[in-house]
């Protein structure tokens, strides 16, 4: 399948048919099966209540839920147009008092379900009051079998282990980071988790500066999809790649089915022996 991963500017909107023409035109231009944006990604929907609601930390969170029917309502149609599959990018739902971090997936047919971020950030739990909503999920797709780690929880060894011992073939890693090595942390833990379940991790941040949203005023990041350096990939891990901090997409074609060789056949077997590090103890 083609995938094509975001590197993904935020932008301000004076209403929300300019957001839906921004997002029109990245679909139509993606040219993929699978489409990735980042985390948070949504939240440059809170230009629509204007700059002093987009400059505060909480009402900025309340605009950018409000429109979450229409912004549902607009990738399903697109992924229908298009024949594609689409992770939105994600933005905050408020199910209680605090709001979650979710991303959505949706495919030809409508919305397939949804990932909440698992692990907050210093800065989501200690300044912005998002929390997190357990339970990972997995998402049997025409493309195969896939799941979500937003951002902090690629960074959580055992959270991509339970999505790929459930069968995940395919890990999609949307993040939004204001620093390089905010970035290199996420790309890095993708990375990893590519390496130990001998699968595929694709890796879409928000990049540039955006001095009306205290909360993403930073981003920081290139777009990557990985795989597994174990003989079936390349050596380096990395199947593609985008410039640093540069907006777009990248694409690469993947055949899933390598995954299961990897697993199988790889010159190393980490998936297989993951269970192996049970039998290991400090004994001096």
């Not at 988790?193 to 205290?214: K, N, Y």
Request: aromatic share 8%; glycine share 12%; proline share 6%.
């Amino acid at each position: 399948m083609k995938i094509a991963s975001a590197a993904y500017p935020i932008d301000w909107f004076d209403t929300f048919d300019a957001y839906a023409d921004k997002l029109t035109r990245w679909v139509e231009g993606a040219g993929a099966d699978l489409l990735v944006f980042p985390e948070y990604g949504a939240m440059e929907l809170a230009s629509l209540g204007g700059r002093a609601v987009a400059g505060d930390l909480k009402a900025g969170l309340h605009e950018v839920a409000r429109h979450a029917p229409a912004v549902r309502a607009l990738h399903a149609e697109l992924a229908a147009r298009h024949g594609c599959h689409i992770l939105g990018a994600s933005g905050p739902v408020f199910e209680g008092a605090r709001p979650v971090n979710r991303a959505v997936l949706y495919g030809p047919g409508g919305v397939i379900g949804h990932q909440d971020k698992q692990i907050m950030t210093r800065f989501e739990r200690e300044e912005w009051d998002v929390t997190g909503a357990p339970g990972l999920r997995i998402f049997d797709t025409d493309l195969g079998r896939m799941g979500v780690l937003i951002c902090y929880d690629s960074e959580f060894p055992l959270l991509g282990r339970a999505l790929a011992e459930a069968g995940a073939q395919i890990l999609l890693v949307p993040s939004c980071t204001d620093t390089v090595a905010g970035f290199h942390r996420v790309r890095i833990g993708a990375m990893a988790r590519a390496l130990e379940s001998q699968c595929v991790v694709v890796h879409a941040p928000t990049v540039g500066a955006c001095d009306w949203l205290p909360a993403l005023d930073e981003n920081r990041g290139r777009a990557a999809i990985y795989g597994p350096p174990d003989g079936f990939w390349p050596e380096t891990g990395i199947i593609a790649q985008g410039a640093m901090d540069e907006p777009g997409w990248l694409r690469a074609e993947v055949d899933l089915g390598r995954v299961t060789l990897s697993r199988r056949e790889g010159a190393v077997l980490p998936f297989a022996h993951w269970p192996e590090q049970g039998q290991s103890r400090v004994i001096g």
